[in-house]
C-alpha cells in the first residue's frame, strides 16, 4: 500500500516558504494555531517531558512548533519527507546543530540512526493525510519505536466538520482531500501497534474534527 502522492507537498522551497507565511495568517487559522499549541504545551506535559529529553517531531513542517519544544527545553529531532521544509526548519531561531538534529525522512519507513534514540514523538497534522488503515498502523509503529510515548493528532469523524467537508467538496465538485476517521477504527490501529490512549482532547469538541491524543505502550502502567 502506497501512501498518495498529491499528500506528499512542497516539492520545492519556495511552495514551503509561501505555505509557512499564509497557512496560519487568518484570522480564524490564526485562532487555531493557538489552540493548538496551548494543548500542544499541555500534552507534552502530561506526557512527562522535561528539560533534556529528546523528542522526535514528525512531520516537522517549517517548525510551527519548534518554539514551543525549545522553550521545553527539548532536544529535538525533526523529520519530514520534504526536503524543502526540513531546510526551513533549521532557520528557526535557536535551532542548533550540535544539540538538534533535522533530516528528511519518510514515517512509512525505519527511523534515522540519529533519532532512534529518541523517548518521545510528537507527530502533528499528518493522520488526516493517511487515507488507509495500514499506513496509519505503520507511521504508528515507527513513532512507537524504543516504548516512545507520543503526542498526535488525526481527525475524528463524530462531528459537524465531518458534514461540512463532505457539503463543501460537493459544492466544489471535488473528492474530500481529508481523511476523517471513526473512533472505532482509530482505536483498533492503535491496539495494532501495541499502544494505548491515555488521554484524548478534541480541538474544539463537536465542531472541528482534530482531536489529540496522548498515546503510551499498551503495557505501561
Ligand atoms: C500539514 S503539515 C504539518 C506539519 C507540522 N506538524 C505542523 O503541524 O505544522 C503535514 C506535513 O506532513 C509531511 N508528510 C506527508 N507525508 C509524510 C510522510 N510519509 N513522512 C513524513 N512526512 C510526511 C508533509 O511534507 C508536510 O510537511
Not at 482531500?177 to 480541538?203: N, S, Y
Request: proline share 3%; net charge positive.
Amino acid at each position: 500500500m502506497q501512501q498518495s502522492e498529491s499528500t506528499k507537498p512542497f516539492r520545492n522551497e519556495r511552495s514551503g516558504r509561501t505555505y509557512r507565511n499564509k497557512r496560519y495568517s487568518g484570522w480564524s487559522q490564526r485562532w487555531v494555531d493557538r489552540r493548538e499549541q496551548v494543548l500542544a504545551a499541555r500534552l507534552l506535559d502530561e506526557q512527562g517531558t522535561g528539560s533534556g529529553d529528546h523528542v522526535i517531531d514528525m512531520p516537522c513542517g517549517y517548525g510551527r512548533f519548534f518554539p514551543l519544544l525549545r522553550s521545553k527545553g527539548l532536544h529535538v529531532s525533526a523529520m519530514d519527507q520534504s526536503a524543502a521544509m526540513v531546510s526551513l526548519y533549521r532557520e528557526n531561531t535557536g535551532f542548533d546543530d550540535a544539540r538538534d538534529h533535522a533530516e528528511r525522512a519518510d514515517i512509512l519507513e525505519a527511523l534515522p540512526a540519529k533519532a532512534a534514540s529518541a523517548g518521545r514523538a510528537f507527530c502533528i497534522r499528518l493522520f488526516q493525510h493517511l487515507h488507509h488503515s495500514e499506513l496509519r498502523v505503520t507511521a504508528l509503529r515507527t513513532l512507537a519505536g524504543n516504548r516512545r510515548r507520543i503526542v498526535l493528532t488525526y481527525y475524528d469523524d463524530g462531528c459537524l466538520h465531518y458534514w461540512t467537508k463532505r457539503v463543501e467538496a460537493w459544492l466544489k465538485g471535488q473528492k474530500v482531500r481529508i481523511k476523517m476517521i471513526p473512533r472505532a477504527d482509530f482505536e483498533a490501529e492503535v491496539a495494532q501497534a501495541g499502544l494505548k490512549i491515555v488521554k484524548r482532547i478534541m480541538l474544539l469538541p463537536g465542531i472541528h474534527a482534530q482531536t489529540w491524543v496522548l498515546l503510551a505502550p499498551a503495557d505501561e502502567h
